[in-house]
């Protein structure tokens, strides 16, 4: 039986139809804006939009379970939280989705999916322990072991991004200071360099700078590997996971694979060595959808 996947983000919602014996084999692919603007009946609406497209473009019936990725997280009472996508906050997405769609409804977090297909068919297969990283506008995380995703008892299995780092002050969406988000996201790194030198630059053209030895980029790519040195010593001295695979644009940057971050993360590490590998996705913006297929095939833990 084929699974099927939606990946709910803040742009579009994409949906995956694939071969449940061959995951990576895509039957159907299709996507419609998520236009979250228009609040959450609008959201659930396309979303029912798009599986109603999936069944026409397959010729199949929507089957008896769909996996979901979503942004946020969903807590004990069953309602979405810490959602970029704000409409979405506080409701019961979930069970709302299972009763339109007359199906099961198996959900997690996107940088839980983003874990879990790389971990089964990407840069980290064969992994027991992957801690997937998405390191973009926000920072998240999700957690795999024995290939299945890990939410966690309140369904924060992951969230290391609202951690705090230690003298940071920067307030934070969730109402707390000094989260990794606040530090080390895009925007953070790209608002430091703008503190330093008074223009806007998007971290690409940081990098970019760097390389030609600029000083204000060299300081904040030096920022990023320091603080990120930090923050993932305290999640390996935690996890002890065997591979850490980073999404995401800053994830893009060459300096977190490198000599350096591997240093900066020993200076704060419980351990003499590091073997934990740093890898570089596989699956490129597929992972998010093929990991909310997967869902469906096996939920999270």
């Not at 942004?71 to 979405?80: F, H, K």
Request: glycine fraction near 16%; charged fraction near 20%.
């Amino acid at each position: 039986m084929d699974l099927w996947g939606i990946d709910l983000g803040g742009t579009k919602v994409e949906g995956v139809i694939v071969d449940s014996d061959d995951p990576m084999k895509v039957r159907c692919r299709l996507r419609v804006p998520t236009g979250s603007a228009n609040g959450y009946d609008h959201v659930v609406g396309q979303i029912r939009e798009l599986i109603g497209q999936m069944e026409q473009t397959s010729g199949q019936k929507r089957p008896s379970v769909i996996g979901f990725g979503t942004p946020g997280a969903m807590d004990s009472t069953g309602v979405l939280k810490n959602s970029n996508s704000t409409c979405l906050n506080g409701r019961p997405l979930r069970d709302d989705l299972s009763r339109l769609l007359g199906t099961e409804v198996r959900m997690t977090n996107d940088a839980n999916c983003f874990a879990l297909a790389e971990a089964r068919f990407g840069a980290a297969k064969g992994r027991r322990v992957v801690f997937g990283v998405i390191m973009g506008t926000g920072v998240g995380g999700g957690i795999v072991f024995d290939g299945q995703a890990w939410n966690g008892l309140h369904g924060i299995g992951g969230e290391w991004g609202h951690n705090p780092i230690c003298g940071e002050t920067t307030p934070c969406y969730c109402g707390r200071v000094g989260c990794v988000e606040t530090v080390i996201a895009g925007p953070s790194l790209e608002r430091f360099y703008r503190e330093i030198t008074g223009v806007s630059a998007r971290l690409p053209e940081i990098a970019t700078k760097a390389q030609a030895g600029e000083p204000a980029a060299v300081a904040t790519l030096q920022r990023l590997t320091d603080k990120l040195g930090v923050a993932m010593a305290a999640l390996i001295n935690i996890l002890d996971p065997d591979a850490v695979v980073f999404g995401g644009g800053v994830g893009n940057l060459d300096v977190i694979y490198s000599e350096a971050t591997r240093a900066a993360i020993r200076r704060h590490l419980f351990n003499s060595e590091l073997r934990t590998e740093l890898l570089k996705p596989a699956l490129g913006d597929s992972a998010g959808v093929f990991g909310a297929a997967l869902l469906a095939g096996g939920g999270p833990r």
